[in-house]
């Protein structure tokens, strides 16, 4: 069975710092998504990692993926308020294609 | 067209009630899933449709019913639902069921069960 732990679960941190969301899982794969989603709100796709080394950058987010130590990255770098969400983490079964694991969320809180 | 659309937003029904939820894209995916997600819980996969063909059911309760009528329509028919029901029914498409572009989330139904 495919787990997916995140952490830290909660993040308080001030406008302006940086910091990283963490994601291991537990069997191989070389799929992982990165989502948001806003109290409320659906989930909002940030992004798709499908190779081992693969980095993407929208913003202040960066992502990464180590498929050898199982564990993807979501940096932050110089957080603003609009930032303050609910971030996932998921995970593709490599033999049961369509079927996404959830990390369980990491709620970050900027402040100013 | 870029979204997947879901209906209704809201639905409060009751234990003896049967009702649908609508999701439907016109992206030309070929994967359809259905998820549930509680209150500060993370999404849980419910049913995965392939090529309008049920692929994957992780063992949900049969008072759940999907059904996807054609390549942009997927629906889920619930019959004597239970209070613990109540939660945020999240409809996605891919382009395929191995999503090289990544899973497109509709809007949700929140669902309150009375």
């Known amino acids: 069975e495919l787990k997916v732990e995140q952490n830290p679960l909660f993040l308080s941190m001030q406008e302006g710092k940086n910091y990283t969301i963490y994601c291991n899982y537990s069997?191989?794969?070389?799929?992982l998504y990165w989502y948001r989603q806003d109290p409320g709100k659906s989930l909002e796709s940030l992004f798709v990692l499908l190779s081992n080394g693969a980095v993407k950058q929208e913003g202040r987010l960066m992502a990464s993926l180590d498929t050898k130590a199982r564990l993807s990255t979501l940096h932050i770098t110089a957080a603003v308020h609009d930032l303050s969400a609910t971030y996932f983490c998921a995970v593709d079964l490599v033999e049961a294609t369509g079927k996404s694991t959830f990390g369980d969320g990491t709620t970050l809180t900027v402040k100013p | 067209d870029t979204e997947v659309t879901q209906t209704p937003k809201h639905l409060v029904m009751g234990m003896t009630n049967k009702k649908s939820l609508k999701c439907e894209q016109h992206?030309?995916?070929?994967?359809m899933y259905w998820y549930k997600q509680k209150a500060k819980k993370p999404p849980e996969l419910m049913f995965v449709?392939?090529?309008?063909?049920?692929?994957i059911n992780e063992s949900v309760p049969s008072r759940f019913s999907p059904e996807c009528p054609n390549s942009s329509l997927l629906n889920l028919h619930l019959h004597a639902l239970q209070p613990e029901d109540s939660a945020l029914y999240l409809c996605?498409?891919?382009?395929?069921?191995?999503?090289?572009?990544?899973?497109?989330f509709g809007s949700g139904t929140r669902l309150t069960v009375v």
């Open positions: 069997t191989t794969s070389d799929r």
């Open positions: 992206m030309g995916h070929r994967a």
């Open positions: 449709y392939s090529y309008e063909k049920l692929s």
């Open positions: 996605a498409s891919s382009q395929e069921v191995i999503p090289y572009y990544g899973y497109t």
